[in-house]
């Protein structure tokens, strides 16, 4: 199973979540998810998430080194922001591992996974909203 989380940078709550089966690229399950982002708003992603840019003008992507092209000083800080960013969407994900529904192998119904993922997120942003 593969899970995609879209986190609030702000309040740190989980907004949206997204499933597929199987082995699933990162890219593929945003397009196949149908979420959309309103155009004002900013995107932070990993570097799963090379083409979003055609998709979202206003999102932010890690720039990759390749053998010809090394990192410059100024490629290196900016990437560091980008991470910095993400942290909120880190630790949502490390909130939901505690209920070891992704940290762990899921033994239950496949069909239900969606759902009980669903109620952890649940739990996790009313804790946050205490």
């Known amino acids: ?22 082995k699933r690229h990162d890219f593929r399950l945003f ?18 998430y090379q083409g979003i840019a055609k998709i ?3 999102s932010e992507l890690p720039r990759k080194r390749s053998k010809r092209d090394p990192l410059t000083e100024e490629d290196r800080r ?3 922001a980008i991470s910095s960013g993400r942290v909120a969407n880190e630790h ?16 239950g119904r496949r069909r ?6 669903n109620l952890v997120a649940g739990i996790c942003n009313y804790d946050l909203s205490c």
Do not use: W
């Open 92 to 107: 949502a994900i490390g909130f939901v591992k505690r209920f070891r529904i992704v940290s762990e192998k899921y033994r």
């Open 1 to 22: 199973m593969k899970t995609q989380v879209v986190v609030c940078r702000r309040s740190r709550k989980i907004i949206c979540t997204a499933f597929a089966n199987g």
């Open 56 to 58: 979202h003008a206003n």
């Open 112 to 117: 239900r996974f969606r759902l009980r993922f």
């Open 78 to 80: 900016r990437n560091r």
């Open 31 to 48: 397009r196949e998810s149908g979420v959309r982002i309103a155009p004002g708003v900013g995107l932070m992603a990993d570097t799963g």
